[in-house]
């Protein structure tokens, strides 16, 4: 263990946290060249980290005190904080702020709420000391081998960095998976859309489960089959390439399909419903994000289920369609639909959020480090690299033209398997509400000229008229009369 002997080459970066994320980050950290001086609360945890590291130890400086850790780095000092989110990491800079110089940087890597964020960087913006948020996905394996990484805070402390981030970060053709994003809570704001979008992938991939299971009665390898001869064409994701492998595992107690002894309740830590709350925040529909996440809160909830099963029974699906290979065409179509959707609006919310916060978030540069080491890593992002690339500043992902074309392409089959399912009784939340999100976007003429009415019979909220007169409250007398009657 590190003893304050500053002699020992410093490290380039410090790291608290070994858990399960900070050592694997640590470790690839070392991997890649870079020293590393890392610390935990538990010091255990700190032997174990270092006695298991081998041939990695010569790029590690393990610390028992706080002391020890930071005279252990290069200044100015970037120490990465990848402990439990919310309290511990206002508990655990507090504990730093005395042992910090000027210019040195605390990093949160953790799944922190982005308004913790800007208010952890306003804290210290006249310290001298600077905070970065940054968002790391990719589970452990991505921490490990490569995380696709979302960086938020100046650009300053950013170059103090970046050397050592690209160096640990996936890589996508040779193209680093981390960037700079924006100023104070950018990185984690975009890590939460991720999240979002990933609850949204994930819903459908199960929705379209649910029609191969329910509605075609496919076992479970006969599904992974079909996910597997999906993973070589358009949605080929690593989403997709798990559920194949998923569908295909025994249970090795029982030899039966892992996945059919799985109990149907999805559990969440909260970014997904951060999405959703900063989509309405924002004023953006995200309505495939939101069905997803209330998609898991009704799986949790499996006694309600099962008790109103008994009272309503299941409905009766209706009969396989006759050409089973041309539905099952139809599904994949109507997933990659749906997943247009989804995208559509998690950008969208992005690009809301950019303009309330001034971040300037760069799309086609979010979309490019989401390629590789994230959870929706896909060869669909490359396609949104491309779009965005082409009109960083378009209104919707939907209306570039290649997504344009791809929804034009895609618009039937999603209708028919919404349809089949709905009637078959189905639940098809999250593809429902793209369907219905493309249906009410692309419409010219809506229906809100009734409910501006409503709104101006009861509230005399006013309305604006489609022929310009100005003449803002229909001809209702006032509202209240209903309560005199
Ligand atoms: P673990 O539970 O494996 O580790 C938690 C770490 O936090 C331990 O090092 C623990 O130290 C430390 N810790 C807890 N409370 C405190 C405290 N009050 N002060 C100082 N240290 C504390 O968590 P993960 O590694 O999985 O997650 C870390 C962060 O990364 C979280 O924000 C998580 O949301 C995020 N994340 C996790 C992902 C995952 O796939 N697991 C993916 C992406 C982000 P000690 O040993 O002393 O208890």
New binding site residues.
Partial sequence: MQNGDTSVEQAEIGL???????SNLALNIAEKGNKIAVF???PE?TKKFYADASELQGQIIPCETIEDFVAAIRPPRPIII????G??VD??MEILKPYLENGDIMID????NFRDTIRRFDTLKDSGLTFIGMG?????EG?RHGPSIMVGGTEESWKRVEKVLTSISAKYDNDPCVAWLGNDGAGHFVKTIHNGIEYADMQMIAEIYGILRDGLKLSAGEIADVFGTWNKGRLNSYLIEITEKVLRAADPVTGKPMVDLILDKAGQ?GTGKWSVIEAQNMGVAATAIEAAVAARILSSQKDEREAAEKIFGVPKALAAPADKQAFIDDLENALLAAKIGAYAQGFAVMAAASKEFNWDLPMPTIARIWRAGCIIRSQFLDEITSAFTKDPHVANLIVTPAFSKMVQDTDAPLRHVVSHAILSGLPVPALASALGYFDAYRRGRGTANLIQAQRDFFGAHGFERTDGVDKPHGPWGSGLDIFSK
């Fill in positions: 608290i946290g070994l858990g399960v994320m900070g935990n609360r538990t945890a990848m402990i439990k989110a309290d511990p508990q655990q890597a953790g799944n922190a790391v996905s990719g589970g452990e921490a830590k």
